[in-house]
């Protein structure tokens, strides 16, 4: 196949930074296993990713790199777990302190 240059991607994204974002995203979801809309030709995800973007069979609004809610819903509830087990961890800590600790009385 003839070389894939920025040029051919140009016409379908705003700018390059725009195209990098893009391209980086569905060359992701391709080593993911989403399905190429182009032939894969025994190319690359990125190569893939940028042929799809050049033949414009891409909706690349849909592209858009931003954080999806799924995605902050999943990493709260992650972050909550974390917190719970590190609350655990520390009761228990405290408990076992209490145990081995034994009372010292400090003469003044």
């Known amino acids: 196949m003839a070389r894939l240059t920025v040029e051919d991607c140009l016409p379908q994204v705003e700018n ?5 974002l893009k391209a980086a995203k569905r060359a ?7 399905t190429a809309q182009v032939s894969w030709d025994n190319d690359k995800p990125t190569v893939v990713a940028l042929r799809e973007i050049a033949a414009g069979v891409l909706n690349t609004k849909a592209l858009d790199y931003t954080t999806q809610p799924e995605d902050i819903t999943t990493e709260a509830k992650a972050e909550d777990e974390v917190d719970a087990f ?4 520390m009761q ?14 400090i003469e003044a």
């Open 86 to 89: 590190i609350a655990e961890e």
């Open 28 to 34: 992701r979801d391709l080593e993911r296993g989403t």
């Open 16 to 20: 390059r930074f725009d195209l990098v």
């Open 92 to 105: 228990s800590i405290d408990e076992v302190a209490e145990i081995v600790q034994p009372e010292i009385e």
